[in-house]
């Protein structure tokens, strides 16, 4: 069997493919094929497909059971001009099948004949133009009883970003979830209607939910998978399987916040950078993109058939690729449970195993287990052992979740106290018979596999990781109708989805004199400690806040004195206006006629103007920048006579 085609998507859209371990492939050549198995390739097989082929090929049940065909494609890769098309029927007269995604997108997707095709049959037509090759697409083929499509999607509130799959939101907000539903058969040959019909959420934290609507609290940051699969009163699933992602903040960190001391004196005025690079304007604060994390990593698998057959086993596969290369199980990133919605008639048939990415495996179900005709879910049948195992019309599955400890012990633990119910079926898919009839099953809800997670520690967590069910006795069937597994832990999503800081202020306070998204001024009004609020929205919309606490000493205090002021003049002696200043300010010594030398350096140290003035000066400052400087003037013999900070406002 050639190699598994590159499965080229930047979306997580897990697909369960059902196929029997031993298969035959088919390689499209124009020829039919019939059968509720094997493996479904392009024309070109191992290789490439050709450019300028066009071909179609009749895919129809082998009639040993169910009736209509199902084909699931876990990987497809076609050039933009190339085409394959598919008819609900048995010729392109047919209805032509949408798939729920398109084509060139890469993502796995499943097309099935409906309940209103009466041969079961789908018909497949390939063409691709004179552009090119490319890799093609594989695909397993199955076989189902006579279904209504259902086409399903989510609604939410608040919505995903347009044209996107992601819902953004912050920490402990709540998103309403809406399960929509388009049954477009419905009434032809059984109602449809989403209040008759199961619904399974998957959140991605290993929480599930079975409510049409739902609102979900997001508490912890990360990167959620959400999906949801639907199931009508006939036991049909959809063959989509809508998802969103939820991205929730972690916030902006702060590299630091470096202050050049400790305390200012009042009157001082105090300059803060705030930028995403302050290394090279200090004092100020450095905004630190954030990376978003998989608080607990989950997947959905698709419909597994589990027909009645002696010996033969049953795979379904579902892909994690979205952790980093080389993550692995471990004590940090636990399997934190694997679930599934799932009937048959007789668990003593069955062995249930995990297999992860490298091979290795624990069994959820052991066989011989001692189970005997205990069942799973509502099965349709007729007597504890099945009398008619060859109508495989879908039961009615239950939930049942294997976690590391629960109450209920393992499955086999359980059964020897299993309760006992009577039901009535679902009415046959074949010819609408009924049945009605008691025997003991398994609830609903949590149970512990029979070999323990911990024996899964160091297998890759990127990878196929495969539900495998062997039936090992004749008589009785039953479905897995969706699985999946949540590991738990804080584990890197693979390309990086990184948060950012969008914009950036200061909460509004007296003590502001200036500020722009690149630095703030401030002048403290009092003394003692004086407290300011950065807040930080980042690209998610989310806000992050921070504080800073400013020391303000008195102007007497010792550490405010200027030391050898002998020559310092007093106060009333000299004047800077206007100060803050815009386009200049004037200096003037008020004393008789005199030489003065006026230096001012920038907040940097850098001298920015050195000159000699007699008592009065006027300066220019237009093309200054914004920000604090500091002036100083001497006398000419050199004794500094003068200093003070000045403010350039825009």
């Known amino acids: 069997m050639r190699t598994l085609k590159v499965f080229l998507s930047a979306l997580f859209l897990f697909l369960g493919i059902y196929s029997p371990i031993i298969a035959q492939d088919y390689i499209m050549d124009g020829s039919p094929i019939t059968d509720c198995g094997g493996v479904f390739f392009d024309p070109g097989g191992d290789d490439d497909y050709e450019a300028n082929t066009t071909l179609s090929t009749l895919i129809c049940s082998d009639g040993t059971g169910s009736t209509h065909s199902l084909v699931q494609f876990s990987s497809i890769q076609l050039l933009p001009g190339d085409t394959l098309r598919f008819y609900d029927g048995n010729d392109a007269s047919a209805p032509l099948i949408t798939p729920p995604v398109s084509i060139h997108a890469g993502i796995p997707f499943s097309v099935q004949a409906t309940a209103a095709n009466l041969t079961g049959c789908i018909y497949v037509e390939f063409s691709s133009d004179d552009e090119g090759e490319s890799d093609g697409w594989e695909a397993t083929i199955a076989c189902l009883s006579s279904c209504q499509p259902i ?8 919505p995903a970003i347009s044209n996107t799959p992601f819902i953004d939101i912050c920490p402990g907000d709540t998103v309403h979830f809406d399960a929509q539903a388009i049954f477009p058969q419905n009434g032809l040959v059984y109602p449809q209607d989403l209040a008759t019909s199961t619904v399974n959420w998957q959140f991605g934290d290993g929480t599930f939910n079975n409510s049409p609507q739902v609102e979900k609290v997001f508490t912890e940051p990360g990167f959620y998978l959400v999906q949801l699969d639907i199931t009508d009163a006939m036991g049909c699933p959809t ?20 202050l050049l001391q400790d305390s200012y004196c009042w009157g001082d005025t105090i300059l803060l950078y705030t930028l995403l690079d302050s290394l090279n304007n200090i004092p100020g604060f450095t905004l630190l993109p954030s990376t978003l994390v998989t608080y607990s990593a989950g997947a959905l698998g698709d419909t597994l058939l589990l027909p009645d057959g002696s010996g033969e086993q049953y795979e379904s596969v579902i892909t994690f690729n979205q952790f980093p290369a080389g993550a692995t ?3 940090e990133n636990p399997i934190d449970s694997l679930w599934m919605n799932l009937e048959h008639s007789y668990s003593g048939d069955l062995d249930i195993e995990l297999i992860c990415p490298n091979g290795s495996s624990i069994f959820l179900l052991d066989y011989p287990s001692g189970t005997g005709s205990t069942n799973f879910g509502e099965p349709f049948a007729n007597n504890p052992v099945d009398g008619v195992s060859s109508d495989t019309t879908l039961g009615i599955p239950y939930r049942y979740t294997f976690v590391p400890e629960s109450a209920n012990g393992t499955l086999i633990e359980f059964d020897v106290n299993a309760p006992t119910y009577s039901y009535t079926t679902v009415p046959s898919y074949i010819d609408g018979t009924i049945y009605t009839y008691t025997d003991t099953y398994f609830p609903a809800g949590s149970y512990e596999p029979e070999d323990s997670f911990n024996d899964l520690q160091g297998c890759p967590l990127n990878g196929e990781w495969k539900i495998r069910v062997t039936d090992n006795l004749g008589l009785d069937n039953g ?8 590991v738990e832990g804080e584990i890197e999503a693979n390309g990086e989805e990184i948060v950012s800081a969008a914009t950036w202020y200061w909460e509004n306070s007296d003590d502001i004199l200036f500020q722009n998204l690149d630095s703030i001024l401030i002048l403290p009004q009092d003394i003692g400690l004086t407290t300011l609020q950065f807040t930080i929205e980042d690209n998610l919309g989310c806000l992050t806040d921070t504080t800073i606490t400013l020391e303000i000493l008195p102007s007497d205090d010792p550490n405010c004195m200027v030391n050898d002021a002998e020559y310092l003049l007093e106060n009333d002696a000299w004047t800077i206006y206007p100060n803050p200043f815009n386009d200049n300010f004037t200096v003037k010594i008020n004393d008789s006629p005199a030489r003065y030398q006026l230096e001012v350096y920038n907040a940097l140290g850098q001298k920015t103007i050195s000159k000699i003035f007699t008592n009065e000066e006027s300066i220019s400052t237009e093309n200054w920048v914004t920000g604090i400087y500091f002036l100083r003037i001497k006398d000419l013999e050199g004794h500094v006579l003068v200093v003070d900070q000045l403010v350039k406002v825009r």
Not at 151 to 158: E, G, L, N, Y
Not at 239 to 258: K, M, T, W, Y
Request: aromatic share 10%; proline share 8%; charged share 15%.
């Open 239 to 258: 063959v989509n399987i809508p998802f969103r992602f939820v991205r929730v903040s972690p916030g902006i960190s702060l590299a630091a916040s470096e």
């Open 479 to 486: 479905v897995i109708f969706s699985w999946g597994i949540n």
């Open 329 to 331: 199980v471990s004590e």
């Open 151 to 158: 086409i399903a999607d989510i609604a939410s509130m608040p």
